[in-house]
T-cell receptor, first 116, second 115 residues
Framework: KQEVTQIPAALSVPEGENLVLNCSFT??????LQWFRQDPGKGLTSLLL?????REQTSGRLNASLDKSSGRSTLYIAASQPGDSATYLC???????????????FGKGTKLSVIP | DTEVTQTPKHLVMGMTNKKSLKCEQH?????MYWYKQKAKKPPELMFV???????INESVPSRFSPECPNSSLLNLHLHALQPEDSALYLC??????????????FGDGTRLSIL
């Protein structure tokens, strides 16, 4: 059974710092990995999706990397801002196998606080 | 603004009540999902609809009854819920059931409290 772990559970940084969030997964047979952002009491916003054949994806100040063989992904946030404060979740999608391809396995998230 | 709209945003109900949660999207997506999220926990998949047909039921108790009347709407009918069912219920959609390389789009959820 796939397990996804995110470290640290919480992180507090001063504004302007670069930071890295970590995600690890136990089964390397994944189809893709996604990073989501969740603000308190809100739904999830997809930030980046990395397909299993890719090594990284970038969007603005965000860069996500994937090392499938070692079961790891990182989310790099450059020049952090108070508006980046949220919980960041990573989720993996298994290889397509009919209905099973829909299911995302989530980590518990990293709660990020960026202090002005 | 989210492209997946969920109503109501908040719902308080007694254990004997019957209520429904509603989810709507107009992006032409053909896969729709219900998730349950407890505080400080990740979302847990409940149901998946593919082309308006139920394709996954993750062993959810029968007091939760999903319905997909058309390609834009997804309902979750609630009856005789228990206090432990209090949670944030999230709806999501994705373009094609056969392509999990398309990210899921989430609504802001319904915060459900069972008295």
């Amino acid at each position: 059974k796939q397990e996804v772990t995110q470290i640290p559970a919480a992180l507090s940084v001063p504004e302007g710092e670069n930071l890295v969030l970590n995600c690890s997964f136990t089964d390397s047979a994944i189809y893709n990995l996604q990073w989501f952002r969740q603000d308190p009491g809100k739904g999830l916003t997809s930030l980046l999706l990395i397909q299993s054949s890719q090594r990284e994806q970038t969007s603005g100040r965000l860069n996500a990397s994937l090392d499938k063989s070692s079961g790891r992904s990182t989310l790099y946030i450059a020049a952090s801002q108070p508006g980046d404060s949220a919980t960041y979740l990573c989720a993996v999608s298994p290889l397509p196998s009919g209905a099973g391809s829909y299911q995302l396995t989530f980590g518990k998230g990293t709660k990020l606080s960026v202090i002005p | 603004d989210t492209e997946v709209t969920q109503t109501p945003k908040h719902l308080v109900m007694g254990m004997t009540n019957k209520k429904s949660l509603k989810c709507e999207q107009h992006m032409g997506h053909r896969a729709m999902y219900w998730y349950k999220q407890k505080a400080k926990k990740p979302p847990e998949l409940m149901f998946v609809y593919s082309y308006e047909k139920l394709s996954i039921n993750e062993s959810v108790p029968s007091r939760f009854s999903p319905e997909c009347p058309n390609s834009s709407l997804l309902n979750l009918h609630l009856h005789a819920l228990q206090p432990e069912d209090s949670a944030l219920y999230l709806c999501a959609s994705s373009p094609s059931p056969g392509d999990s390389n398309q990210p899921q789009h989430f609504g802001d959820g319904t915060r459900l409290s069972i008295l």
